[in-house]
Structure formats: structure tokens, C-alpha cells
């Protein structure tokens, strides 16, 4: 149970990415207030559409409506948390799947909580790092603030333990992210360090998870396609960058350059 899983086919990344271009899908972004441009940023370079609808009135009308839902409690308060339970009440039976990006889970009461209810109203992918897997999967975990001090290896038997009680595919990130469906796993590798140091690597990829999750067919793919998408992007981001600076633009212009057919 404890050895690594082994990375996943590029030939795979090839067909989620390709049904990715095809859907372009249309992605309700209850996010932080932190990252909302750069997620918004990601999701068009990558040809998806982002929509930020985040009063309580609208945002269960709109997340029946878009094809995936994230949910990033960063920057939570009771306003926000309103109106991520209406737009989750409402994007169930519509069908459209939602992502939880647990932020900062573990240390703070109030953010925990939440989330743990969250974890009832059937998530179709929760993307963290491996603090915070660990501390929403009930273990100890040593993450400081909205960053991980765990290893993300060990990490997987709590994202595992996540993914069975919760019926989510669970991703957790850092040098190598680990995909998860409870049984089946994929190992991620790629990324760069620059990635940990801008702010919203994480929070911008679980918005990218929420979008392939609106493929039909193999989730825990496309889940980990998402996150294979972005470390390679990372990758050539920082061949390119001289620090935090010029990471951003160049990780931007790597995400619209990919192509399907580099993949296979
Ligand atoms: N040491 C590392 N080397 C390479 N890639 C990394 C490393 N750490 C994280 N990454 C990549 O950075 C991205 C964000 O993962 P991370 O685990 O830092 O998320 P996070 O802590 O939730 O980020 P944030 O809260 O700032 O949005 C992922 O694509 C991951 O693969
Ligand atoms: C820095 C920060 N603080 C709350 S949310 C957030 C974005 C990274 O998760
Ligand atoms: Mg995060």
C-alpha cells in the first residue's frame, strides 16, 4: 500500500487535454480573495471560461449552470460561506461536479469545520497539499498558515483514506503530486520550486482540476491530467524566469502553448 505509484501515461495527459480543448469548459469560481485573477488568468490560458459569481443570490443559480464548481475556502467568512453551500445545494442535482481547495485546513477551527461538513455533500475531486490532506483526513499534520511542511508521499495513505470516506478523487501536491481515487493511484511529476514561491499555484490548479472534472470518462485521468498540465507548464515556466517575477507571464504563455499532440 505504502509503495509509490507509478507516474502517469503522457498518452493519457493527450486524451484528457484533447477533451479538454473540445468541452472549453464554463468554470463557477468561489475562490479566495487572494488569487482571483490569476485563477481566472490559468483557467483562460488554458482556452476554459471562468466566472467569479460569488453573492449568495446568484451563485446557486449560476453553479447549475456552469460545467464544474470550485470551492476554495482561503479568505473564508460567513458571506462567502453561504453562498458556497447554495451554490453546492444547487450544482448536485444539476450534475454539475465541484472541487474543494482546503485551505489552511487543520490549525483553524472555524475553516476545519467547514470543510469537514463540506466533505458530507459529495465533492467529485479535493485538491490539496499534504498538510492539509492530512489534517482534513483527521491525521497531525505540521502545515504553517496556507503553506505544507509535509511531504506529499506521505501524505497518500491520508489522501486515500480522504478519497474512500468521501467518494472524491483526492490530489495531493508538492514536488510530486499523487492522484487518488482510494484504490487506483498516479504519481505526478514535474513542477518547480518557483511554483511554492507565487502565490496561487495551488488554488489556480484546483480551479484547473474543477474544469477537467467536466470530461466525461475517467476521472482520477483527468484529475491527474490537471495537475500533470500544470507542472509541466511550471517546468518550462522556469526555464524561462530569473525568479518569482517573470514566473507568472512565462507560466501563463506555457499553459496557452500546450498542445495535446506534444503528449502522446
Ligand atoms: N517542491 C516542488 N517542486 C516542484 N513542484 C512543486 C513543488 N512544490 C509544489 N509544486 C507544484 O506547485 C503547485 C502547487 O502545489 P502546492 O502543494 O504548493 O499547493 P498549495 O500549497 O495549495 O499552493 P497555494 O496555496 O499557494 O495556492 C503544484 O502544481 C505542485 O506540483
Ligand atoms: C496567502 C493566502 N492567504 C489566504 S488564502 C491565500 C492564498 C494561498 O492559498
Ligand atoms: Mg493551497
Redesign the pocket.
Known sequence: MNTRPVNLPTADVADSLSHFHQRAPLVHCLTNDV?QSFTANVLLALGASPAMVIAPEEAAQFSALADALLINI?TLEAGRAEAMLAAIEHALPAGTPWVL?P??VGGLTYRTGFARRLLTLRPAAI??????IMALSGETSRGRG???RDD?LAALPAARELARRSGAIVA??????YVTDGERAWA?P???????R?????????AVVAAFCALDGDRLQHVASA?RV??RA??LAARQAGGPGSFIPAFLDSLYQQRAEEWV
Open positions: 488569487v482561503g481547495d485551505v489552511a485538491r490539496g497539499n499534504a498538510s492539509e496556507v503553506d505544507s506529499s495531493v501536491t508538492g514536488a510530486v503530486d505526478v514535474g513542477g518547480d520550486r518557483l511554483m511554492t507565487v502565490v496561487g499555484t495551488g488554488c489556480a490548479l484546483s495537475c500544470m507542472s511550471g517546468e
